[in-house]
């Protein structure tokens, strides 16, 4: 099954500017409803849910499209593992029916169908519920897409629900298609994994984009060239660095507790695994840190430069105005209107007021640049 790139939720606002809500789609539905009633909370982004299954062992791989109408029991009861993939999210009636067969809690049913719900691992009886953010970068608006991504991991079966087809996870596919590494050796808590560290691999992608963003506007800066530009394009990075901590800070606490062993649903083998992907989401969080305090860094910098631009300009103005303030007094007192005033009448006055003038304003702008003023 051939995957496209992501596509993110987000809408577009005034003057093409693309915009996320706070809020999804329909957020105000389940108002007066009971807890557990499954309403899909977002944006419908396919006509038809998309279903696929891979199923695998060792020896075999078999890997379909599925109908909304299927037997779910048999997927649950296979002695392969059971990957069941469902893209688009406002089809309540099949997954109300998923959710019946693999025995999943009406609230959990009701979590994975909010699109807007927030990073977290639950643990139940006899399966674990995860929420994630798959995230990409869109070169055409420079800004970060995001996707929810909901696992629900079992006994020899997984679960996962996305908004519409296209994501992260074809390397996963790529690996049990062609049976590299352990993948096809190992349970269905290794594939869980490996579709958590397929997300949080691609955060390092993004962030990496991110840094190419801050370092074009550092070297813009270091030219000496403010412009009203580079302030906007700094503050939409934060903005888009503040929406990748939300989506991967939350991570950190759920695999935490994977990889101290506290679920029977993960082997002793497998928490290792989620040990080094814990680590790894420390280091996206702290590569993080560390460019949200550079585009801070950026934008004080920023500021401060047009700030010694506008000090530039007043001193410019103020020692323009200094320089003829002595010059309006002198031509001040030879404009009173008075017949007694000295040297009024002498023959070499006019020339003599002028010399005077012209004395004093370079004098001034001599003094000036001696105390490196301009």
């Given at each position: ?190 594939l869980a994994f490996a579709l958590m560290d397929a997300v949080v691999d691609n955060y390092m992608v993004v962030l990496e984009h991110l840094g190419e963003e801050l370092e074009s506007i550092e070297e813009a800066l270091e030219e ?5 530009e580079l302030l906007k394009r700094i503050h939409n990075l934060k903005r888009e660095m503040i929406f990748v901590r939300r989506a991967v800070w939350p991570i950190r606490e759920g695999l935490g507790g994977l990889s101290r062993g ?91 007021v002028w010399l005077l003038m012209i004395t004093c304003g370079l004098s001034m702008v001599a003094y000036f640049r001696k105390k490196g003023w301009f």
């Amino acid at each position: 099954m051939k995957k496209t790139a992501p596509r993110g939720v987000t809408g577009v606002g005034s003057g093409g500017r693309r915009r996320r809500s706070v809020a999804p789609k329909n957020a105000g539905a389940k108002v007066g409803m009971h807890p557990g009633s499954l309403v899909h909370l977002g944006r419908q982004k396919v006509d038809a849910a998309l279903l696929q299954l891979v199923e695998y062992d060792q020896e075999v791989l078999v890997e379909v499209a599925l109908s909304p109408d299927e037997q779910w029991q048999k997927f649950k009861e296979s002695p392969q593992v059971s990957w069941v993939n469902v893209d688009g999210l406002h089809d309540t009636d099949c997954i109300a029916a998923m959710g019946e067969a693999f025995d999943v809690h009406p609230l959990t049913l009701e979590d994975l169908l909010n699109t807007g719900h927030r990073p977290k691992f639950e643990e139940f009886e006899h399966y674990i519920f995860g929420v994630l953010k798959m995230i990409s970068w869109d070169d055409a608006v420079s800004e970060v897409r995001v996707e929810q991504l909901s696992l629900v991991l079992g006994e020899g079966y997984l679960l996962t629900f996305q908004e519409q087809p296209g994501d992260v996870l074809e390397p996963v596919r790529e690996r049990i298609r062609h049976s590299r590494g352990r993948i096809r050796k190992v349970g269905s808590d290794y594939l869980a994994f490996a579709l958590m560290d397929a997300v949080v691999d691609n955060y390092m992608v993004v962030l990496e984009h991110l840094g190419e963003e801050l370092e074009s506007i550092e070297e813009a800066l270091e030219e000496g060239q403010p412009q009203p530009e580079l302030l906007k394009r700094i503050h939409n990075l934060k903005r888009e660095m503040i929406f990748v901590r939300r989506a991967v800070w939350p991570i950190r606490e759920g695999l935490g507790g994977l990889s101290r062993g506290e679920s029977p649903l993960v082997k002793e083998e497998t928490q290792a695994f989620f040990r080094d992907l814990y680590d790894h989401t420390i280091q996206v969080i702290d590569t993080l840190e560390n460019m949200r305090d550079m585009a801070s860094s950026l934008q004080d910098l920023y500021l401060s430069m047009v700030s010694n631009r506008m000090n530039e300009v007043m001193k410019v103005l103020t020692i323009m105005a200094t320089i003829f303030i002595p010059l309006t007094f002198i031509a001040g007192i030879y404009g009173m209107n008075f017949d007694s005033i000295p040297e009024l009448h002498w023959e070499w006055g006019y020339p003599a007021v002028w010399l005077l003038m012209i004395t004093c304003g370079l004098s001034m702008v001599a003094y000036f640049r001696k105390k490196g003023w301009f």
